[in-house]
């Protein structure tokens, strides 16, 4: 029996997603990408900058947590095998072969910047279009990770075929379950806390596996279980309290700091909120939302599109904003907003009727009823 709550919290999760990348892209704080503020912190403070830091903490986690879940029940239903091809044709193929594609046109806005200022105005073309291929990745960050822990999920299964930690691991008690949360905090000190300039290392702290495959493997092994899902739907009221008071904590502690800088990341408070943010939604997803209707199931069917194609629509129509127009801040929070939520299905449901090209931007072999 499909569990509506998970498909639920996962297409929710995505527009949050979307949400944050309108916020994210002219934020003042010095976090990495975007286009940059409308002045500069602290003079100017550019509070709607708060949506970064309610989010940022919980919502790839999230993700991952929910995907860890799902590939226990698709592994209930497969062979490991079957459910391996499946996934590398789902999130490797967009995340390689599709950069040369579609998100090469993202890739053209984000080094814009760059080659207004001259710096790349010498390349030959093919050089340009392999670099703006690469530098298209932006959010497929997420669907290259996980492809890369499904693997890692395989060789742990190896070892575990018996499934007794996994039947040891739905014993867990609501004390254990919230005290999880320190490997959430292990799994941040993994960073590179003085990333180098001209190294990998950045690479290293926006990719985060070691962080990711944490939450991946809760969900696969702890979370994935009824008995721990009805165990937390039971308190989803103070977990959601406990998350609200965290991240006000948080937020009121650290505004202006750069919310994605390792060092704010491993602090004990971010971890804490971050969390108690996965718990409380999960609880209150399992309590509340656990049914579905037209629109839920829409949203089940295309979210994994809207999130691998909306990026074009913040980057482009972004940049040309505050490149090429006087418009004032909020204007442009307003039609980047309406954009994203209204471009990005209709690039998604044009694409997913070309056959190849489907095939190689979201990994659909037929169109989804």
């Known amino acids: 029996m499909r569990k509506h709550w998970i498909d ?50 919980f919502f790839m986690p999230l993700l991952f947590i929910l995907a860890g879940i799902s590939a226990r029940y698709a592994l209930e239903k497969k062979s490991a095998g079957e459910w391996f091809r499946a996934r590398t044709r789902k999130l490797l193929v ?3 072969i599709g950069l040369f594609v579609f998100h090469w046109m993202v890739g053209y806005f984000n080094t814009a910047v760059a080659a207004k200022a001259g710096t790349f105005g010498e390349m030959p073309a093919v050089a340009k279009f392999i670099m703006w291929s690469i530098s298209g990745t932006g959010p497929l960050w997420f669907i290259q990770v996980l492809w890369l822990l499904c ?61 990711y495959l944490i939450p991946f493997l809760l969900g696969y092994f702890v979370f994935a279980h009824e008995q721990v899902q009805e165990k937390l ?13 965290a991240g006000t904590a948080l937020i009121i502690t650290t505004f202006g700091q750069d919310n994605t800088s390792p060092q704010y990341l491993g602090s004990p408070l971010n971890c804490i909120y971050g969390w108690l943010a996965c718990l409380a939604l999960m609880a209150w997803f399992k309590a509340k939302f656990d049914y579905t209707g037209k629109f839920a199931g829409y949203m089940t069917r295309s979210s994994f599109g809207l999130y691998i194609v909306h990026y074009l629509v913040i980057a482009s129509l972004g940049y040309m904003m505050k490149q090429y127009t006087q418009l004032p801040p909020w204007a442009m929070y307003v039609i980047l907003a309406v954009a994203v939520f209204t471009l990005s299905p209709l690039i ?7 056959p190849l090209v489907r095939w190689c931007v979201f990994g659909e072999k037929k169109v989804k009823a």
């Not at 949050?16 to 003079?43: D, R, W």
């Open 151 to 211: 693997l890692v999920l395989l060789l742990i299964r190896a070892i575990d075929s018996k499934d007794k930690f996994y039947n040891l691991c739905g014993k867990a008690n609501l004390v254990v379950v919230i005290l999880l949360g320190v490997l959430f905090w292990a799994g941040e000190q993994t960073l590179i806390k003085n990333p180098r300039p001209e190294s990998a290392d950045g690479l290293w702290n926006l990719y985060k596996p070691l962080f």
């Open 8 to 57: 639920n919290l996962r297409w929710v999760t995505v527009l949050l997603v979307l949400f944050y990348h309108v916020i994210y892209f002219y934020n003042n704080k010095g976090v990495f990408g975007g286009i940059g503020g409308f002045g500069e912190f602290p003079q100017v403070k550019q509070y709607q900058d708060i949506v970064m830091y309610i989010l940022y903490p």
């Open 233 to 245: 739907a039971k308190i989803w009221i103070p977990l959601l309290v406990a998350a609200v008071a």
């Open 348 to 354: 998604y449901e044009i694409i997913r009727r070309i």
């Open 94 to 96: 967009p995340g390689t």
